[in-house]
């Protein structure tokens, strides 16, 4: 059972921290509030006022929570991790849901928020853990590939409206010359990512394995796969539980019934990885050029 529970609100530069130690939730629970930095100094002073601030130093009582913020809880989640904390990593919109009527915004009222949603709902906790090294390798790639092909695509709709929008001239011609040159260039980095994510898989038995499973699917490509994989932990995520799995993709139907004036046939809900589910739409599609039944 824990009984140390504490609330991080992320930003980019400092963390706000706020501490509820509570033996149960019927109690008023005491609550302390600190500011840190965002780097291994703030984290390590975290740990420090913590110890200072309670009087359990059991660590195994103790609980950190915070919200899924991309790279900026990658940090300290992995330092925790490493020093043997727990730490939750909580969708940002369950913890929002789960809150009283707010109204203040700032930073130490969400980090207030969120150490209680951890005292109170810690049974359902899902603690963290960080993505192996090719797996975390190959994410890098993946996302940054995925920039290049949309910046590529941007100034490829650029160039084209110029041509049918603007009379011939010098900066017609400027801008057209610029933009075969740089998307030219992003050609090449998008194929530079294709022989690293090749290479990274190659190199990793798990991934050489799964990758090869889900690519003999008609339809699905490397992007498909490499994308499947990075955002499911290499299909670990979800403990192999289909009806989970589907519900993330966002191919699950869900409907809405309540009364008698309330009866919406099942629909496919916005709350999904919205990557995910573009590249299956594209995969579909391929495969229907590939197998039209």
Not at 8 to 19: G, L, M, P, Q, V
Not at 23 to 29: D, L, S, T
Not at 49 to 75: M, P, Q, R
């Given at each position: 059972?824990?009984?140390?529970?504490?609330?991080?609100?992320?930003?980019?530069?400092?963390?706000?921290?706020?501490?509820?130690?509570?033996?149960?939730?019927?109690?008023?629970?005491?609550?302390?509030?600190?500011?840190?930095?965002?780097?291994?100094?703030?984290?390590?002073?975290?740990?420090?006022?913590?110890?200072?601030?309670?009087?359990?130093?059991?660590?195994?009582?103790?609980?950190?929570?915070?919200?899924?913020?991309?790279?900026?809880?990658?940090?300290?989640?992995?330092y925790l991790y490493?020093?043997?904390?727990?730490?939750?990593?909580?969708?940002?919109?369950?913890?929002?849901?789960?809150?009283?009527?707010?109204?203040?915004?700032?930073?130490?009222?969400?980090?207030?928020?969120?150490?209680?949603?951890?005292?109170?709902?810690?049974?359902?906790?899902?603690?963290?853990?960080?993505?192996?090294?090719?797996?975390?390798?190959?994410?890098?790639?993946?996302?940054?590939?995925?920039?290049?092909?949309?910046?590529?695509?941007?100034?490829?709709?650029?160039?084209?409206?110029?041509?049918?929008?603007?009379?011939?001239?010098?900066?017609?011609?400027?801008?057209?010359?610029?933009?075969?040159?740089?998307?030219?260039?992003?050609?090449?980095?998008?194929?530079?990512?294709?022989?690293?994510?090749?290479?990274?898989?190659?190199?990793?038995?798990?991934?050489?394995?799964?990758?090869?499973?889900?690519?003999?699917?008609?339809?699905?490509?490397?992007?498909?796969?490499?994308?499947l994989m990075v955002?499911?932990?290499?299909?670990?995520?979800?403990?192999?539980?289909?009806?989970?799995?589907?519900?993330?993709?966002?191919?699950?139907?869900?409907?809405?019934?309540?009364?008698?004036?309330?009866?919406?046939?099942?629909?496919?809900?916005?709350?999904?990885?919205?990557?995910?589910?573009?590249?299956?739409?594209?995969?579909?599609?391929?495969?229907?050029?590939?197998?039209?039944?």
């Amino acid at each position: 059972m824990k009984k140390i529970f504490i609330g991080i609100d992320y930003s980019k530069e400092k963390f706000d921290a706020t501490i509820i130690k509570a033996e149960g939730v019927e109690e008023r629970a005491e609550r302390k509030h600190n500011v840190f930095d965002n780097k291994q100094s703030g984290y390590r002073h975290l740990i420090r006022w913590i110890d200072t601030a309670v009087d359990e130093h059991d660590v195994s009582l103790w609980l950190f929570c915070g919200e899924n913020t991309g790279g900026y809880s990658k940090g300290l989640c992995d330092y925790l991790y490493a020093h043997g904390y727990d730490m939750w990593l909580e969708n940002a919109l369950s913890i929002k849901r789960s809150a009283a009527i707010q109204r203040t915004k700032s930073d130490r009222a969400d980090s207030g928020i969120i150490a209680e949603y951890a005292m109170r709902n810690y049974d359902q906790m899902r603690l963290y853990k960080p993505l192996g090294k090719n797996l975390e390798r190959l994410r890098e790639v993946f996302l940054y590939r995925h920039n290049l092909v949309k910046l590529k695509a941007s100034m490829t709709v650029r160039r084209d409206e110029k041509k049918l929008t603007q009379a011939k001239s010098d900066m017609s011609r400027f801008i057209s010359m610029s933009s075969k040159h740089l998307i030219t260039e992003f050609n090449k980095k998008i194929k530079e990512c294709d022989q690293r994510i090749r290479e990274i898989i190659s190199e990793d038995e798990d991934l050489q394995r799964n990758y090869e499973i889900i690519t003999s699917i008609p339809g699905v490509g490397t992007q498909n796969a490499v994308c499947l994989m990075v955002y499911t932990d290499n299909f670990c995520r979800f403990g192999y539980n289909s009806r989970k799995i589907a519900c993330y993709y966002g191919v699950a139907p869900f409907g809405r019934q309540s009364g008698t004036s309330v009866n919406t046939p099942p629909h496919v809900s916005p709350f999904a990885n919205k990557l995910i589910k573009a590249l299956l739409s594209q995969a579909a599609l391929s495969s229907i050029l590939f197998c039209p039944q």
